[in-house]
């Protein structure tokens, strides 16, 4: 029933082959976003370039042995094959963007050291995700909507030496309405589950950190409590820039789950040299909690003007927009200027915004980096 | 069925009388907020005390011949007595706090001139609301959640001198969702509701602008177009800074229902004279759609440090936070100073931010002012 113990002395030796272009932040456990100005090129994040986020070596599981418990309303647990997932429960399929907790935290590392990954502004995607519905799962174990419980925990198969395996929480209402479109992943963008993103099942929890989007899923359990894991218990919060660790009190702070509006500059790069005339500047804005992005302003002049920028993506029901909207927009370089300060801001259905700097937000742990980006480029003379 | 002619050639002449403490924006149609400091001093703010916020004069309605229409299904109109909404559907009540889209319009008006009410900081307001729930008035019309309708329409029994009346909508998967809490409201903290505040019955929509929260409310219809009204379509929306009212396209935002993360100063006031020593700074922090406050972080020094704030407050349910928390903090000067600037500003369940400054979010209406708030203080000579 366990994934295999590594052949070798060294746990991430089963870990899969990798893309080249991936920028690797660390190695073991794997974590690595693509160069940022390929996000913009396609709606879609292909797998293979998809930001990897693990905590722990990759497991191999065997799909033809994998089970996935479920623990019963009376504590009996449920146990169904990859196969019986495929086909007791009607297939359905969400496009929608996962962004991990620190994305942008190099922005905030900048400010003040924190604790954390380097990652840059490419630790987000979007896919075409397919599965079981999790409240039909959860119906078939014998769960109703209005039970009242608070919290459905996840387990993955992924664990470290000592056997203390990754896992979180989302909560219960979130995970029986149907609306909100959780699912059991076993698709990635048409294929199977890549194994860098949790084969042969994830969750999908839309518009929700992804932390909570738990891959290599090998249990799931409902109760009155959060995931006693310690990514749900002692990290993955936000907290005020005056915590440091030696005053921080995680029970003090919500888990992290619905996501704040977000944007990024994907095109040009910082640091490039632009030709005169036109500039074309593209970039992503998404929101959590399905508050599509109704609206992003980009400025070339450090925020003194600003031009509307024009969308694009699939056309998702209000309230349940959870894929991110691509944008871009051409402006002319005012004449003489040599360096430009190109900033994007996003808005969201609910009219949240972007807040203007780093420092008000920055926190020991370095997630929840949302600030304007900030691109600087020189303007090549005529 | 329709309200009296008044009585002079004054549209206004039937308004009700107010408390004499209101700060009136405009007297005809009446529009006023207390004074900011008492907001923060009870959880539930007085009627009398209550910001209201009128369009048009404050129609004059008997009780016992007040019949609410709603359109059914079939399109044949359903009539409700104010009698038989209290008695034929479950009473329901709901702490929730109202915002005027226009709350701190002013600071916008301070950065570059916009149109509307010069509104402070009090054009917020909680209250306990008791009424029926818009569902279960629809489910008696003959509709089901998943009728697949859009948008539920509201008009207002108050009307100008041409018989336009006052509309709004909101969409219908809000209106018939139980967790949402939307009512068709009869009484407001434990009385009938005032005349100002819509009586017989309004609409409250919680964690939704204002304006959606029709009083007066004449009649219900179900379709696939939001109101027609002016306030719908051509006002309460919100666009960027370089969008003027020559070139605004009203069709490219849009309505604003829920609002972003808001927090006010109401203690000390702007420009007062407070003693050295520890400092006490009071406010209120409130977010859009259910999402509870979750920080609150005030500084005396214009953001270079920050105090977590104490919240107070009902406890409600996670996403249906719909009333404001009141917040306190307590600091110590620091000796020597002779000035403060202070800021606060909030986080909410979905860890949105406020934006630091409001030049960035100006916009031509001045509605969705929801920058740090800051206050400047001089601090007595020992
Ligand atoms: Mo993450
Ligand atoms: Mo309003």
Chains 1, 2 share one sequence.
Not at 63 to 87: I, K, M
Not at 191 to 214: I, Q
Not at 263 to 289: F, H, M, N, Q, R
Not at 335 to 342: A, C, Q, S
């Amino acid at each position: 029933e366990e994934p295999p113990p590594p052949a070798t002395g060294d746990p991430y030796a089963g870990d899969p082959p990798r893309h080249p272009a991936l920028k690797v932040n660390s190695a073991r456990p794997f974590n690595a976003e693509p160069p940022a100005e390929l996000l913009s090129e396609t709606f879609l994040t292909p797998n293979q370039l998809f930001f990897k986020r693990n905590h722990l070596p990759v497991p191999t599981v065997d799909p033809a042995t994998y089970q996935l418990q479920v623990q019963g309303p009376d504590g009996r647990p449920l146990s169904l094959s990859l196969a019986e997932l495929r086909s007791r429960f009607p297939r359905h399929e969400v496009t929608a963007t996962l962004q991990c907790a620190g994305n942008r935290r190099s922005e905030m590392n900048a400010v003040r050291q924190v604790k954390g990954l380097e990652w840059g502004t490419a630790a987000i995607g979007t896919a075409r995700w397919a599965g079981a519905r999790l409240r039909d799962v959860l119906a078939h174990a014998g769960y109703a909507p209005d039970d009242g419980h608070n919290h459905v925990c996840f387990e993955g198969l992924d664990r470290d030496l000592s056997g203390t395996t990754y896992g979180a929480s989302i909560p219960f209402r979130k995970a029986m309405n149907a609306e909100e479109d959780v699912l059991l992943a076993y698709e990635m963008n048409g294929e199977a589950l890549p194994r860098d993103h949790g084969f042969p099942v994830r969750v999908v929890v839309p518009g929700v950190v992804g932390a909570r989007n738990v891959k290599w899923l090998g249990r799931i359990s409902v109760g009155p409590d959060e995931s006693q894991s310690h990514w749900q218990q002692n990290d993955y919060k936000g907290f005020s820039p005056s915590v440091d660790w030696d005053t921080v009190d995680f029970t003090t702070a919500p888990a992290i789950q619905e996501m704040p509006v977000q944007s990024a500059i994907t095109e040009p790069v910082p640091g490039a040299t632009v030709p005169p005339g036109d500039l074309t500047v593209k970039g992503y804005a998404w929101s959590g909690g399905g508050r599509g992005i109704v609206r992003v302003d980009v400025s070339l002049d450090g925020g003194q003007t600003w031009h509307v920028a024009t969308l694009a993506g699939e056309e998702q029901v209000p309230g349940r927009v959870w894929a991110w909207k691509l944008w871009q927009v051409t402006a002319p370089i005012p004449p003489g200027v040599t360096h430009l300060n190109i900033l994007c801001k996003a808005v969201d259905a609910s009219y949240n915004v972007q807040p203007d700097t780093v420092a008000p937000i920055w926190n020991l742990r370095g997630v929840l980096s949302n600030a304007w980006h900030r691109v600087t480029v020189t303007v090549e003379r005529e």
